[in-house]
């Protein structure tokens, strides 16, 4: 299993470990970084295609790393759904396939406990 699946299966563990009805619908957020802001912008209208809420934002780094560190463009994304293994999974493959299509990064996933 790869480190993503294992990433997941850690996070829905947690999540009913807190007491999260995982066969109810929850409101996902998922996590994706771009070099700059066509990319990102690209990368947001396919996400938005596949039902997805997105909200595209420049991240300035702080004074002090101005010098050595660029920009960076990150997308939150939601939707709400019932956060079963294969849904997660398939989702989780679907990101990492758009942030590798458009030089970005996928950084995972979260959600509130819903009992």
């Given at each position: 299993?790869?480190?993503?699946?294992?990433?997941?299966?850690?996070?829905?563990?947690?999540?009913?470990?807190?007491?999260?009805?995982?066969?109810?619908?929850?409101?996902?957020?998922?996590?994706?970084?771009?070099?700059?802001?066509?990319?990102?912008?690209?990368?947001?209208?396919?996400?938005e295609n596949?039902?997805?809420?997105?909200?595209?934002?420049?991240?300035?780094?702080?004074w002090w790393r101005r010098l050595f560190s660029k920009t960076v463009?990150?997308?939150?994304?939601?939707k709400s759904m019932v956060p079963a293994r294969e849904v997660i999974f398939e989702a989780s493959d679907w990101f990492h396939g758009i942030a590798q299509r458009f030089t970005g990064e996928y950084d995972g996933w979260g959600t509130e406990v819903t009992e």
């Open positions: 299993m790869d480190a993503w699946k294992e990433r997941d299966l850690a996070v829905l563990s947690r999540l009913e470990e807190l007491g999260s009805d995982l066969s109810k619908p929850h409101h996902l957020d998922f996590f994706l970084y771009f070099p700059s802001e066509e990319l990102a912008k690209s990368a947001a209208g396919e996400i596949g039902g997805y809420v997105v909200k595209v934002n420049r991240l300035e780094p702080p463009w990150s997308i939150c994304t939601s």
